[in-house]
Protein backbone atom coordinates (compact mmCIF):
# COMPACT_ATOMS: atom_id res chain seq x y z
CA UNK A 1 0.00 0.00 0.00
CA UNK A 2 2.12 2.70 -1.43
CA UNK A 3 1.36 6.10 0.17
CA UNK A 4 3.41 8.46 -2.57
CA UNK A 5 3.44 7.99 -6.46
CA UNK A 6 5.75 9.15 -8.56
CA UNK A 7 7.10 8.34 -12.69
CA UNK A 8 8.74 5.26 -13.21
CA UNK A 9 11.43 7.21 -14.94
CA UNK A 10 12.70 10.87 -16.37
CA UNK A 11 15.05 11.90 -18.24
CA UNK A 12 17.22 14.90 -18.74
CA UNK A 13 20.46 16.06 -19.99
CA UNK A 14 23.57 17.25 -18.52
CA UNK A 15 23.20 20.84 -17.11
CA UNK A 16 19.30 21.18 -17.47
CA UNK A 17 16.84 21.39 -14.50
CA UNK A 18 14.52 18.33 -13.87
CA UNK A 19 11.36 18.18 -11.54
CA UNK A 20 10.77 15.33 -10.32
CA UNK A 21 7.32 15.03 -9.21
CA UNK A 22 5.91 12.85 -6.46
CA UNK A 23 2.16 12.67 -5.31
CA UNK A 24 0.82 11.72 -1.31
CA UNK A 25 -3.01 12.41 -1.61
CA UNK A 26 -3.38 11.08 1.62
CA UNK A 27 -0.48 12.44 4.02
CA UNK A 28 -1.06 13.02 8.17
CA UNK A 29 -0.23 15.75 9.70
CA UNK A 30 2.73 14.59 11.42
CA UNK A 31 4.93 13.31 8.00
CA UNK A 32 7.65 14.83 6.47
CA UNK A 33 8.97 14.34 3.36
CA UNK A 34 11.72 12.81 2.56
CA UNK A 35 14.17 12.09 -0.83
CA UNK A 36 16.66 10.06 -1.09
CA UNK A 37 18.23 8.77 -4.29
CA UNK A 38 20.33 5.27 -4.78
CA UNK A 39 22.35 3.81 -7.91
CA UNK A 40 22.40 0.05 -7.83
CA UNK A 41 24.57 -2.05 -5.37
CA UNK A 42 24.98 1.02 -3.04
CA UNK A 43 22.98 2.71 0.04
CA UNK A 44 20.07 5.08 -0.19
CA UNK A 45 22.01 8.81 -0.28
CA UNK A 46 19.44 11.00 1.46
CA UNK A 47 18.22 14.45 -0.39
CA UNK A 48 16.69 16.53 1.70
CA UNK A 49 12.98 16.45 3.58
CA UNK A 50 10.44 18.99 4.51
CA UNK A 51 7.24 19.33 6.38
CA UNK A 52 4.89 22.38 5.15
CA UNK A 53 7.59 25.14 3.81
CA UNK A 54 9.79 24.73 0.97
CA UNK A 55 13.35 23.63 1.73
CA UNK A 56 16.21 23.59 0.00
CA UNK A 57 20.53 22.45 0.90
CA UNK A 58 23.15 21.64 -1.21
CA UNK A 59 21.63 19.32 -3.26
CA UNK A 60 18.08 19.93 -3.76
CA UNK A 61 15.40 22.23 -3.79
CA UNK A 62 11.70 20.71 -2.54
CA UNK A 63 8.71 22.67 -3.25
CA UNK A 64 6.07 21.38 -1.40
CA UNK A 65 1.90 22.18 -2.21
CA UNK A 66 0.12 24.19 0.06
CA UNK A 67 -2.44 21.66 0.81
CA UNK A 68 1.00 18.87 1.19
CA UNK A 69 -0.65 16.53 -1.27
CA UNK A 70 2.43 16.85 -3.63
CA UNK A 71 5.65 18.14 -3.95
CA UNK A 72 8.70 18.13 -6.48
CA UNK A 73 12.03 17.57 -6.02
CA UNK A 74 14.15 20.35 -8.11
CA UNK A 75 17.89 19.59 -9.38
CA UNK A 76 19.26 22.22 -11.05
CA UNK A 77 22.50 21.92 -13.13
CA UNK A 78 22.59 17.93 -13.20
CA UNK A 79 25.37 15.94 -13.76
CA UNK A 80 26.05 12.44 -14.92
CA UNK A 81 26.42 12.32 -11.01
CA UNK A 82 23.05 12.80 -10.36
CA UNK A 83 21.54 9.45 -12.83
CA UNK A 84 19.67 7.41 -9.62
CA UNK A 85 16.17 6.32 -8.78
CA UNK A 86 14.78 9.27 -6.59
CA UNK A 87 12.33 7.95 -3.73
CA UNK A 88 9.72 10.01 -2.11
CA UNK A 89 8.78 8.46 1.22
CA UNK A 90 6.34 9.94 4.20
CA UNK A 91 7.95 9.64 7.56
CA UNK A 92 7.12 10.98 10.83
CA UNK A 93 9.42 13.13 12.74
CA UNK A 94 10.90 10.38 15.49
CA UNK A 95 9.36 7.82 17.74
CA UNK A 96 7.26 4.75 16.74
CA UNK A 97 8.92 2.95 14.15
CA UNK A 98 9.67 5.09 11.32
CA UNK A 99 13.14 3.46 11.22
CA UNK A 100 10.87 1.08 9.17
CA UNK A 101 11.25 2.37 5.91
CA UNK A 102 9.74 0.94 2.55
CA UNK A 103 10.86 2.23 -0.78
CA UNK A 104 8.99 1.70 -3.74
CA UNK A 105 10.10 1.61 -7.04
CA UNK A 106 10.81 5.28 -7.34
CA UNK A 107 11.63 7.56 -10.06
CA UNK A 108 14.76 6.05 -12.18
CA UNK A 109 16.12 9.52 -13.11
CA UNK A 110 18.53 8.91 -16.70
CA UNK A 111 21.45 11.55 -17.51
CA UNK A 112 22.66 11.74 -21.10
CA UNK A 113 25.91 14.04 -21.82
CA UNK B 1 32.76 15.13 6.83
CA UNK B 2 32.22 11.41 7.53
CA UNK B 3 29.30 9.47 6.56
CA UNK B 4 28.44 6.19 7.91
CA UNK B 5 31.11 3.76 6.69
CA UNK B 6 30.80 -0.25 5.95
CA UNK B 7 33.50 -2.57 5.34
CA UNK B 8 33.69 -4.71 3.49
CA UNK B 9 32.18 -3.17 0.52
CA UNK B 10 32.26 -6.55 -1.36
CA UNK B 11 32.12 -10.45 0.29
CA UNK B 12 31.87 -13.71 -1.00
CA UNK B 13 31.48 -16.13 1.52
CA UNK B 14 30.99 -20.25 0.92
CA UNK B 15 27.64 -21.64 2.25
CA UNK B 16 28.16 -22.25 6.28
CA UNK B 17 31.13 -19.53 6.74
CA UNK B 18 30.69 -17.45 9.45
CA UNK B 19 31.03 -13.37 7.92
CA UNK B 20 31.04 -10.03 9.65
CA UNK B 21 30.62 -6.84 8.61
CA UNK B 22 31.30 -3.95 10.18
CA UNK B 23 29.56 -0.76 10.40
CA UNK B 24 30.92 2.70 11.75
CA UNK B 25 27.99 5.44 12.47
CA UNK B 26 28.14 9.25 11.89
CA UNK B 27 29.77 10.66 14.94
CA UNK B 28 27.40 12.13 17.55
CA UNK B 29 24.50 9.32 16.47
CA UNK B 30 22.77 7.54 18.93
CA UNK B 31 20.72 5.35 16.38
CA UNK B 32 22.20 2.43 14.82
CA UNK B 33 20.65 0.23 12.16
CA UNK B 34 21.02 -2.71 9.90
CA UNK B 35 19.16 -3.71 7.08
CA UNK B 36 18.96 -6.35 4.30
CA UNK B 37 18.45 -5.55 0.57
CA UNK B 38 16.55 -6.98 -1.82
CA UNK B 39 14.75 -6.59 -5.48
CA UNK B 40 12.19 -9.13 -4.07
CA UNK B 41 11.62 -8.59 -0.09
CA UNK B 42 13.01 -4.36 -0.07
CA UNK B 43 14.48 -2.74 3.41
CA UNK B 44 14.12 -5.27 5.76
CA UNK B 45 15.26 -4.12 9.15
CA UNK B 46 17.89 -6.88 11.00
CA UNK B 47 18.73 -4.88 14.12
CA UNK B 48 18.15 -1.43 15.71
CA UNK B 49 20.25 -0.12 18.46
CA UNK B 50 20.06 3.06 20.88
CA UNK B 51 22.68 3.99 22.56
CA UNK B 52 24.49 0.87 22.23
CA UNK B 53 21.38 -0.91 23.63
CA UNK B 54 19.40 -3.16 21.28
CA UNK B 55 16.26 -1.95 21.00
CA UNK B 56 15.13 -4.34 18.31
CA UNK B 57 15.94 -7.42 16.51
CA UNK B 58 14.15 -8.42 13.36
CA UNK B 59 12.34 -11.59 14.65
CA UNK B 60 12.89 -13.20 11.09
CA UNK B 61 16.41 -13.33 11.17
CA UNK B 62 17.33 -14.07 15.04
CA UNK B 63 19.19 -17.73 13.89
CA UNK B 64 21.68 -16.86 12.73
CA UNK B 65 22.26 -12.89 12.40
CA UNK B 66 23.62 -11.26 15.18
CA UNK B 67 24.45 -7.76 15.51
CA UNK B 68 26.68 -5.80 18.08
CA UNK B 69 27.58 -2.59 19.27
CA UNK B 70 30.92 -2.63 21.07
CA UNK B 71 30.80 1.12 21.43
CA UNK B 72 29.38 4.56 20.09
CA UNK B 73 31.20 4.16 17.49
CA UNK B 74 31.03 0.57 15.66
CA UNK B 75 29.50 -2.01 15.06
CA UNK B 76 29.32 -5.69 13.66
CA UNK B 77 26.57 -8.18 12.38
CA UNK B 78 27.96 -11.61 12.37
CA UNK B 79 26.35 -13.84 9.74
CA UNK B 80 26.77 -17.86 11.31
CA UNK B 81 26.26 -19.86 9.22
CA UNK B 82 25.78 -18.24 5.66
CA UNK B 83 23.46 -19.26 3.23
CA UNK B 84 22.63 -18.81 -0.15
CA UNK B 85 19.58 -17.01 0.50
CA UNK B 86 21.65 -14.38 2.43
CA UNK B 87 23.09 -13.39 -1.19
CA UNK B 88 21.91 -9.55 -0.42
CA UNK B 89 23.05 -5.93 0.17
CA UNK B 90 23.80 -5.40 3.75
CA UNK B 91 23.42 -1.79 4.79
CA UNK B 92 24.05 -0.15 8.03
CA UNK B 93 22.52 3.33 8.91
CA UNK B 94 22.51 5.81 11.66
CA UNK B 95 20.75 8.71 12.93
CA UNK B 96 19.75 10.31 15.96
CA UNK B 97 17.08 10.48 17.65
CA UNK B 98 14.93 9.01 15.11
CA UNK B 99 15.29 11.76 12.92
CA UNK B 100 17.06 11.45 9.24
CA UNK B 101 18.49 8.07 8.57
CA UNK B 102 21.81 8.29 7.06
CA UNK B 103 22.75 4.92 5.15
CA UNK B 104 26.12 3.48 4.66
CA UNK B 105 27.15 2.32 0.77
CA UNK B 106 26.63 -1.01 1.73
CA UNK B 107 28.18 -4.36 1.69
CA UNK B 108 27.70 -6.79 -1.06
CA UNK B 109 27.40 -10.16 0.25
CA UNK B 110 27.68 -13.35 -2.41
CA UNK B 111 27.13 -16.59 -0.71
CA UNK B 112 28.25 -19.42 -2.96
Known amino acids: DAKTTQPDSMESTEGETVHLPCSHA???????IYWYRQVPLQGPEYVTH???QNTTNSMAFLAIASDRKSSTLILTHVSLRDAAVYHC??????????????FGKGTLLTVTP | DAGVTQTPRHEVAEKGQTIILKCEPV?????LFWYRQTKIQGLELLSY????????DGGAFKDRFKAEMLNSSFSTLKIQPTEPKDSAVYLC??????????FGAGTRLSVL
Open chain 2, 93 to 102: ASSFSQNTLY
Open chain 1, 26 to 32: TISGNEY
Open chain 1, 50 to 52: GLQ
Open chain 1, 89 to 102: ILRVGSGGSNYKLT
Open chain 2, 27 to 31: SGHND
Open chain 2, 49 to 56: FRSKSLME
